[in-house]
């Protein structure tokens, strides 16, 4: 994959004056000799704004940072937050890691492939959802331990809760695309 500097003017594509100004907000919080710091806070204003850290967009980030492209490509893949590909409105993290698999963490993520008719690591083909597995998610004690779009964590997730959430997240993208609004 070509990790070459981008120009100028393609970066501006990339990144919107918004997003420049939250990234500045972000860099403002360190020492201007490290502003690299602030290279997390200005992946997830990325993935806020499109939705998931195209190459390019790593690219964008590590030009207006001044870091080398590899070090953003680093962080983009070793946290599993970062979308490194388009993914549905929802994204739900089944925790499969020993403590959530031997509390159901493994059946969780099979009734949900089986409901969504997706495997891990898939899209629906309405868009609305991408089920992934994850590793601990930190709830051991709430096992099977669930996320929802990196932000909402769901526990105890049985059959029938997981069928409630599946309900309410369909409804609430509904409401969305009805309203008009988008991921």
Not at 48 to 66: C, F, N, R
């Amino acid at each position: 994959m070509d990790r070459s500097p981008i120009p100028h003017e393609m970066q501006r594509m990339m990144l919107s004056k918004i997003t420049c100004q939250r990234i500045d907000q972000e860099v403002a919080k360190y020492p201007a000799e490290q502003k690299q710091s602030a290279v997390i806070a200005a992946l997830s204003i990325v993935q806020q704004e499109q939705g998931w850290v195209s190459p390019e967009a790593e690219k964008a980030v590590a030009d207006y940072l001044g870091m080398p492209p590899i070090a953003v490509h680093e962080v983009v893949t070793f946290y599993n937050m970062f979308n490194t590909r388009p993914v549905g409105r929802f994204k739900l993290n089944v925790c499969t890691n020993l403590p959530c698999a031997l509390s159901g963490g493994n059946t969780a993520a099979q009734y949900l492939s089986d409901k969504l008719g997706v495997a891990p690591g898939e899209t629906t083909a309405d868009g609305v959802f991408t089920l992934q597995e994850s590793e601990c998610l930190g709830a051991c004690g709430d096992a099977p331990a669930l996320l929802v779009n990196d932000r909402r964590l769901c526990s105890f997730m049985r059959p029938e809760r997981l069928d409630v959430l599946v309900e309410e997240l369909r409804a609430e993208a509904a409401r969305q695309t009805s309203d008009g609004e988008s991921k």
